[in-house]
């Protein structure tokens, strides 16, 4: 076995003669205006922050972006909280690769006995194995990644280390692919075994490429390696690392021993032990923690700059549909006043009603004579009123009936604008999302239809009280106030309500009749429940916005959304 000579990583760096920090050592990252915890807290936070971050709107880029967000936080998990949290913590060497690159053989070998399962058939690797000196097992109880590995014990493993025999990265099982993956963002250093024959696959140096972003320290070993084949194959090796970036990384070379079991000889792993001893050190362990520490914290700004863009993608997004939908309201609320102007209300019962109510012998037949003349006493008032009940009844169905259905309506009118052709980004996300609004949408318009009954009896009181219009004589007002005397004997305050409900609703007749029994004082009262019962239904349409609002009220869609993560990104770049 050999190594690659005048490597960066080779080499860990020293502190200088007046005792500063070299660049790597994770005390330089601290070694800031503010205490080391502020840096572990403001990790914390944005972990937070990141956790809790959603796309709701199907854009594209949401699923990458959700991806990212997911790495991020695995991340922020596995290693940056962790290493924060405990720096004098061993530095964890996973050693990861490709089916049958020898991982498990070479960790055995590492250590000198068999500790984690080696063989030909596969997946091998079931549960990872995490080797530690005993004297750092105090120091790896906090470690997140114990929670899913085995732990054992060794004294052949150096103190300030601990190798971690990852699962493959290509298995045939699912959660060892997963499982790979998750150790590789904990790992402080990554030991990357591959073959001779298997060196030029894809998946390992896009595994690799995806180190190099997130800053980690790496090292490779090449397996089983024909002596014939290698100086081609570690010629080829070393132009691949130039070209992802990997230069500084040590290159270990194992020959083919040829078919074997067990451990290899100790002379073939002499060159990566003695390695790993030499970082094994404690100021030499803080330069790999540091180094990696660094280019996690790097990398972080970036990755997070990113999941704020898409935040605010999102974001605005939402304002563009939340705009589109202010505009297609327009028309329904529109088309809600017009409906309820032109009598709709009255279409059905209540013009039944009407017609049985001031049918020859019905109680409203014979309220005004053929001379004009307003008849009724107190006792026929009373009976007038209790038998023109069921008419405000009759109202208050037909109205809620009708504002009800201004809601189905604009609910459409909506719902198209999301859906079709020229619908906004995002729009048929939030039509997904948008839950039906029937029970509410009905529940709204019974209220608002009783509260439009309600109104009846004020409008009478406030018209029965209010002085005429105009500057108007003695006489004349003598005269009003007579005509409204007759026309309260006649039919009472509720039964003068009713009629002029029914007038509101759209029954000509009714309003002919209340403008008979008081004049121009009438008409202001079917003007004023005409006018209420439009705005109400003006605002059963705006319900419907109000429902789809819901959605687009999502914290993750509003304008400040992605400002938050930019704050976090901010502090981050104050403590680093």
Do not use: C
């Amino acid at each position: 076995m050999s190594i690659q000579p005048g490597t960066a990583s080779a080499t860990p760096a020293r502190e200088s003669a007046h005792g500063r920090h070299s660049a790597d050592d994770p005390r330089s990252v601290l070694a800031r205006p503010l205490a080391a915890t502020s840096l572990l807290d403001a990790v914390r936070e944005l972990r937070r922050d990141v956790a809790t971050t959603r796309f709701p709107l199907a854009l594209d880029g949401a699923k990458e972006a959700e991806a990212s967000r997911v790495r991020l936080l695995d991340q922020l998990d596995e290693h940056l909280v962790p290493r924060l949290t405990e720096l004098s913590a061993p530095a964890v060497v996973v050693v990861a690769g490709s089916t049958g690159a020898g991982k498990s053989t070479l960790v055995n070998s590492l250590v000198g006995s068999e500790v984690s399962t080696a063989g030909v058939l596969r997946p091998t690797t079931r549960r990872p194995v995490l080797v530690h000196h005993p004297l750092d097992e105090d120091l790896l109880s906090h470690h997140p990644v114990l929670e899913s590995v085995e732990v054992v014990a060794d004294e052949n493993v150096p103190r300030g280390i601990a190798l971690l025999d990852a699962p493959d990265l290509d298995s045939v099982l699912e959660s060892n692919r997963e499982s790979a993956h998750r150790l590789l963002e904990a790992a402080d250093l990554w030991l990357f075994v591959t073959t001779a024959a298997r060196y030029g696959d894809a998946l390992p140096w896009k595994v690799l490429e995806a180190a190099v972003e997130r800053g980690a320290s790496i090292a490779m070993v090449l397996n089983r390696v024909p002596s014939d084949s290698l100086p081609t194959v570690r010629g080829d090796l070393l132009s691949r690392l130039r070209a992802h970036g990997l230069d500084g990384s040590p290159l270990f070379v194992v020959p083919d021993m040829g078919p074997h079991q067990g451990l290899l000889a100790a002379p073939a792993v002499a060159p990566v032990h003695r390695w790993l001893t030499m970082l094994a050190g404690p100021d030499r362990a803080r330069t790999v923690i540091g180094r990696t520490l660094r280019g996690s914290l790097a990398s972080l700004r970036e990755w997070v700059e990113e999941l704020a863009e898409a935040v605010q993608t999102q974001a605005d997004a939402a304002a563009a549909i939340g705009e589109a939908l202010d505009a297609a309201l327009v028309e329904p609320s529109r088309a809600a006043g017009e409906a309820i102007r032109a009598g709709s209300v009255a279409d059905g019962p209540v013009r039944a009603r009407w017609a049985e109510l001031s049918a020859e012998g019905g109680p409203l037949h014979d309220v005004v004579g053929k001379s004009g003349k307003v008849r009724g006493s107190a006792r026929a008032g009373r009976a007038r009123v209790q038998a023109i009940a069921p008419l405000l009844d009759d109202l208050t169905r037909s109205a809620a009936a009708a504002l009800s259905d201004v809601g189905a309506r604009t609910d459409v009118a909506l719902r198209g604008v999301l859906t079709g052709k020229d619908a906004p980004v995002g729009g048929k996300s939030v039509a997904k999302l948008w839950k039906k609004g029937g029970p509410r949408r009905t529940a709204a318009a019974e209220l608002a239809a009783r509260g439009w009954t309600a109104q009846g009896p004020r409008v009478v009181r406030a018209g029965l009280a209010a002085r005429p219009d105009g500057d108007v004589s003695g006489r004349a007002l003598a005269r009003v106030e007579k005509a409204r005397a007759r026309a309260l004997k006649a039919l009472g305050e509720d039964g003068l309500a009713a009629v002029a409900l029914a007038a509101a609703a759209g029954v000509g007749r009714a309003g002919t009749l209340l403008v008979t029994l008081l004049g121009p004082t009438g008409q202001r009262m079917i003007d004023d429940l005409v006018l209420d019962l439009a705005d109400r239904a003006v605002g059963q349409a705006g319900l419907e916005r109000t429902i789809v609002g819901d959605v687009l009220a999502d914290p993750d869609l509003a304008d400040d959304a992605a400002a938050r993560l930019r704050l976090r990104l901010a502090v981050l770049k104050g403590l680093t």
